[in-house]
């Protein structure tokens, strides 16, 4: 019988506060580290339901050890948790298989009750941890440095949970990543409304050419970018695809946004979908001003041009964002964003040294 189901969070506290910490303790009395589940899973973010319990799923965490412990200790320690981890907890294996290369290097509980445990305690120092996640040594970071990381990696980081703290670094880093610098996050403002812009006009103009299928497409791509700049707006890291509109969901001002979104994306009429985005447009206008970080800005639902089309003047938005901007970021040529902004692949969106490909955009 399967066990009963207990979030994925909750279930690797109780790993590390009975299985993994006596070990410690009692082994090495004197070591310093940070106990914490971070990094990719939907149980980081708080999403997992029984259904995540069919693979890459279980009593899991990773270790930040010193950077002298790191060096020495880690594969001793390893070894001792193979050696001493009770083979279940709370019903739930603690052996993993090995990655399965022909299902993306997946893994999956299996019980085990003689040998060795091949356990998921990953054991890192804070350098190595943001080597692989990240691709950077140091926090040390310039605005372009911040704008080449994956914000799915960033979300991870900053998600889960710390269930020790002997030395503290992994709070400090956490508390460092907890969302860019305002420049960045005003460049990243300029550059969805900017994206906005470009292609608000072609829900009606669309149509005109007798493409009703082009319209629709264009209206959900509008409402991909009023669901990005809500987390920006929001300060919050974007996810990728997968949890994107269900994370959105949990944004205070989704609650308004929400049914405008989904009439939008069910709407026949053209003209009302115009509507309801102009409507989406100035909630998030409104709720743009409440920050403050411009002068108010007031607009309204206008023609473009001589055209039967309705719109909003999102130059006037940008315009007064992009005197916000500082060095380097004023004199990037085309106000594309994050890597997130204008990529669109997940391999790449989760893959830092990849992502830093991009670097070359911005020069």
Not at 17 to 32: F, S
Not at 53 to 63: I, Y
Not at 67 to 93: A, F, H
Not at 231 to 247: D, E, M
């Amino acid at each position: 019988m399967a066990p009963s189901f207990i979030p994925g969070l909750e279930l690797s506290r109780i790993f590390f506060e009975e299985a993994v910490k006596p070990i410690l303790t009692q082994n090495y009395p004197l070591l310093r580290y940070d106990a914490a589940l971070i990094g990719p899973g939907s149980e980081v973010l708080e999403f997992d339901d029984p259904v995540s319990s069919d693979h890459h799923w279980g009593p899991r965490l990773q270790l930040f050890l010193e950077e002298t412990d790191y060096s020495k200790n880690r594969n001793e320690i390893s070894l001792l948790l193979r050696q001493k981890l009770p083979y279940s907890i709370r019903g739930y294996s603690t052996h993993w298989s090995e990655p399965d290369p022909s299902d993306a290097m997946n893994q999956f509980l299996e019980p085990r009750s003689s040998g060795l445990v091949n356990h998921r305690v990953e054991i890192y120092s804070i350098s190595a941890y943001l080597m692989k996640v990240l691709n950077i040594e140091t926090t040390e970071l310039t605005n372009i440095d911040w704008l080449i990381l994956p914000e799915q990696r960033l979300l991870e980081l900053t998600s889960g949970k710390v269930y020790h703290h002997g030395h503290g670094e992994i709070l400090k880093v956490r508390k460092f990543f907890n969302y860019y610098p305002d420049n960045v996050w005003h460049y990243k403002l300029v550059s969805e409304w900017d994206h906005i812009a470009e292609e608000i006009a072609f829900v009606g103009r669309s149509v005109t050419r007798g493409d009703d299928l082009g319209s629709r497409l264009e209206a959900a791509r509008l409402v991909r970018s009023i669901i990005r700049l809500a987390f920006i707006l929001s300060k919050k890291y974007i996810p990728y695809p997968k949890w994107f509109a269900y994370s959105f969901s949990f944004i205070p001002i989704a609650i308004h946004l929400q049914p405008a979104l989904l009439a939008i994306l069910k709407q026949n009429s053209w003209q009302k979908r115009e509507e309801l985005l102009c409507n989406a447009y100035l909630l998030l206008l409104d709720y743009q001003n409440s920050l403050q970080i411009t002068p108010e800005i007031v607009l309204k639902p206008a023609q473009f041009h001589s055209r039967d089309q309705t719109v909003i003047d999102v130059q006037k938005i940008i315009v007064e964002l992009k005197k916000l901007l500082n060095s380097p970021l004023d004199k990037v040529k085309y106000s594309i964003g994050s890597v997130d902004q204008f990529i669109d692949d997940t391999h790449i969106l989760t893959d830092a040294s990849f992502a830093e490909k991009a670097r070359v955009f911005y020069y």
